[in-house]
């Protein structure tokens, strides 16, 4: 049995975009994606990045949720360091309270950007050293079992917002695995520790109240149009997109320009980010993506694609919710 395709929207800002337009199309990709019949879409925090327009991922979720009426939508993930616990439980009790049985929580310790943005979030050097301790804090709040006394979250007391854990290296596997939470791992991105940061996941698992057994849900990026040379195409023009993305610096770069930094050695690094994508017709997407969920031992699948032609991106996700037999299931 074929394992469930969920989306995690970059919610990019397009060449010639306004976030307003990124939040459309968001908006519009939820409607879509919720009768294709994908489980889930899952919206990132990220600071200081003019591209992508997902930064307050409860706001975004409350909007998406007003707009659409059973998807389930979460955060993959909010960056757990940059808040405070309570505050997150506050929000995101909230949009349970709003939404029922529709939110997720994943968390993250990476702080989503860069130095200077760390400083103007208030963010200390410590803060991750401290996210087990927050994890459990903030888990403490949504079950109505407050770990700081005479303190709840209001809404948020009682709501048992499921908990994933975000990672892409052994540390989250190890804390997931700990305290018996869905672990979901970055392999859309950083697809290096993959294999290992899943078995050690799974063979330290220690079952939770949430939780009876392991469940993995691997990132992946996917590129499907109606034949192979099309979908190749768009994949040319992602890979080029992320050579100004990562290294641009301000600058643009000519395709010709593109194409000769991803030859050179600067360029691997942003081929091995997009090591693990499906890319062709829907067949070939399908296969490819039957083959990763059984190489990332995955029970679940989160689909990212970067696809710049909005229409292109659209449809994308169409084809392949077809070809996986979404809508049947």
């Known amino acids: 049995m074929a394992v469930p395709l969920s989306i995690l929207d970059l919610a990019h800002i397009g060449t010639g975009e306004t976030a307003g337009d990124s939040l459309e199309a968001s908006v519009t990709l939820a409607q879509h994606a919720e009768e294709w019949g994908y489980r889930r879409i899952w919206y990132a925090e990220h600071h200081n990045m003019p591209t992508i327009a997902s930064s307050a991922t409860s706001v975004l979720i409350a909007h998406v949720a007003a707009h659409t009426s059973r998807i389930r939508l979460g955060a993959g993930g909010v960056m757990l360091p940059n808040h405070a616990p309570l505050t997150i439980a506050e929000q995101y ?7 029922p049985g529709r939110i997720d929580l994943g968390l993250g310790r990476a702080p989503g950007s860069d130095q200077k943005t760390m400083w103007a979030l208030r963010r200390d050097a410590a803060s991750a050293d401290r996210f087990p301790q927050d994890v459990l804090e903030l888990q403490g709040y949504l079950t109505g079992e407050s770990r700081v006394p005479g303190v709840d979250a209001t809404p948020g007391k009682g709501t048992n917002v499921p908990l994933y854990i975000l990672g892409s290296s052994l540390f989250g596997a190890r804390l997931a695995a700990a305290l018996g939470l869905p672990y979901s791992f970055a392999s859309h991105f950083a ?49 080029r997109a992320r050579v100004g993305l990562f290294l641009g610096r301000g600058r643009t770069f000519t395709p010709e320009e593109a194409d000769a930094v991803l030859q050179a050695p600067a360029g691997r690094q942003i081929l091995n980010m997009v090591k693990y994508t499906a890319v062709g017709n829907p067949a070939e997407a399908r296969d490819y993506l039957a ?5 990332a031992q995955a029970d679940e699948l989160i689909v990212a694609s970067s696809v710049t032609d909005r229409k292109a991106w659209l449809r ?14």
């Open 93 to 99: 009790g909230t949009l349970e309270t709003l939404h």
């Open 191 to 239: 697809p290096d520790a993959l294999s290992e940061a899943v078995s050690l996941y799974r063979r330290e698992f220690q079952p939770s109240e949430q939780l009876a057994e392991p469940y993995v849900i691997a990132g992946v990026n996917a590129i499907v149009a109606e034949d192979t040379e099309t979908a190749q195409q768009l994949f040319t023009e992602v890979k």
């Open 291 to 295: 083959w990763f969920a059984d190489h």
């Open 316 to 329: 994308s996700y169409e084809l392949l919710a077809d070809a996986w037999g979404l809508a049947a299931s």
